[in-house]
Protein backbone atom coordinates (compact mmCIF):
# COMPACT_ATOMS: atom_id res chain seq x y z
CA UNK A 1 0.00 0.00 0.00
CA UNK A 2 1.63 3.46 -0.63
CA UNK A 3 -0.18 5.22 2.26
CA UNK A 4 -1.08 4.79 5.51
CA UNK A 5 -4.21 6.65 6.98
CA UNK A 6 -5.48 7.23 10.86
CA UNK A 7 -8.36 9.34 12.87
CA UNK A 8 -6.50 10.77 14.88
CA UNK A 9 -9.01 10.82 17.40
CA UNK A 10 -8.72 6.70 17.92
CA UNK A 11 -4.92 6.90 18.69
CA UNK A 12 -4.66 6.36 22.50
CA UNK A 13 -2.64 9.74 23.81
CA UNK A 14 0.49 8.18 25.46
CA UNK A 15 0.48 11.11 28.45
CA UNK A 16 -1.17 14.29 28.68
CA UNK A 17 -2.97 15.19 25.46
CA UNK A 18 -0.10 13.89 23.16
CA UNK A 19 -1.04 11.76 20.30
CA UNK A 20 2.06 9.99 18.73
CA UNK A 21 1.45 8.66 15.27
CA UNK A 22 4.53 7.53 13.71
CA UNK A 23 3.37 3.80 14.34
CA UNK A 24 -0.29 3.84 13.78
CA UNK A 25 1.17 5.53 10.63
CA UNK A 26 3.29 2.78 10.40
CA UNK A 27 6.41 5.94 9.37
CA UNK A 28 9.97 4.77 9.56
CA UNK A 29 11.91 8.57 9.28
CA UNK A 30 9.44 10.62 10.23
CA UNK A 31 7.40 11.21 13.67
CA UNK A 32 4.47 13.22 13.66
CA UNK A 33 2.38 14.11 17.19
CA UNK A 34 -0.30 16.37 18.16
CA UNK A 35 -0.33 17.90 21.67
CA UNK A 36 -3.13 19.12 23.14
CA UNK A 37 -2.22 21.43 26.02
CA UNK A 38 -4.30 22.95 28.69
CA UNK A 39 -3.76 26.39 30.16
CA UNK A 40 -0.85 26.54 32.08
CA UNK A 41 0.79 23.39 31.02
CA UNK A 42 4.54 22.83 30.85
CA UNK A 43 6.24 19.88 28.98
CA UNK A 44 9.52 18.36 30.70
CA UNK A 45 12.43 19.67 29.18
CA UNK A 46 14.22 17.28 26.83
CA UNK A 47 16.84 16.98 23.89
CA UNK A 48 17.14 14.47 21.14
CA UNK A 49 20.93 14.47 21.27
CA UNK A 50 21.54 10.79 20.98
CA UNK A 51 18.73 10.02 18.29
CA UNK A 52 20.18 12.97 16.19
CA UNK A 53 16.92 13.87 15.47
CA UNK A 54 15.54 17.68 14.73
CA UNK A 55 12.11 18.87 15.76
CA UNK A 56 9.30 21.18 14.34
CA UNK A 57 6.88 22.34 16.29
CA UNK A 58 4.23 24.06 14.47
CA UNK A 59 1.34 25.88 17.07
CA UNK A 60 -1.99 25.45 15.33
CA UNK A 61 -4.36 27.36 18.21
CA UNK A 62 -3.55 29.61 21.01
CA UNK A 63 -0.27 30.77 22.39
CA UNK A 64 2.74 29.23 24.56
CA UNK A 65 6.49 30.01 24.92
CA UNK A 66 9.21 27.48 23.86
CA UNK A 67 12.58 27.51 25.69
CA UNK A 68 15.35 26.50 23.45
CA UNK A 69 18.55 26.22 25.93
CA UNK A 70 17.61 29.34 27.75
CA UNK A 71 16.18 31.54 25.67
CA UNK A 72 12.49 31.93 25.86
CA UNK A 73 10.85 31.79 21.97
CA UNK A 74 7.08 32.77 21.82
CA UNK A 75 5.10 31.27 19.95
CA UNK A 76 1.49 32.56 18.33
CA UNK A 77 -1.12 29.77 16.20
CA UNK A 78 0.60 29.70 12.84
CA UNK A 79 4.14 29.96 14.10
CA UNK A 80 6.47 26.90 13.45
CA UNK A 81 10.16 26.35 15.60
CA UNK A 82 12.74 24.15 14.41
CA UNK A 83 14.85 22.77 17.02
CA UNK A 84 18.43 21.07 16.68
CA UNK A 85 18.96 17.72 18.26
CA UNK A 86 21.47 19.00 20.70
CA UNK A 87 18.89 21.98 22.05
CA UNK A 88 16.61 21.16 25.39
CA UNK A 89 13.56 22.73 24.83
CA UNK A 90 10.27 22.80 26.30
CA UNK A 91 6.81 23.93 26.09
CA UNK A 92 4.72 26.29 28.60
CA UNK A 93 1.44 26.97 27.40
CA UNK A 94 0.18 29.81 27.68
CA UNK A 95 -3.32 30.69 29.52
CA UNK A 96 -5.74 29.42 26.51
CA UNK A 97 -5.75 25.67 25.38
CA UNK A 98 -2.93 25.01 22.69
CA UNK A 99 -2.65 22.68 19.77
CA UNK A 100 0.89 21.78 18.79
CA UNK A 101 1.91 19.92 15.24
CA UNK A 102 5.51 18.00 16.41
CA UNK A 103 7.02 16.71 13.80
CA UNK A 104 10.76 15.20 13.79
CA UNK A 105 13.15 13.22 11.81
CA UNK A 106 16.92 12.33 11.97
Known sequence: MSYTKVDTDEVEPVADGLHMLR???ESEQLG???LSCEPGWEGKPHDHA???QEEVYVLVEGAAVVTVDDEKVPLTAGDALRVDPES??????GDEESLFVLAGAS
Not at 88 to 93: A, E, G, K, S
Open 32 to 34: VSL
Open 88 to 93: TRQIHN
Open 50 to 52: DEG
Open 23 to 25: EPL
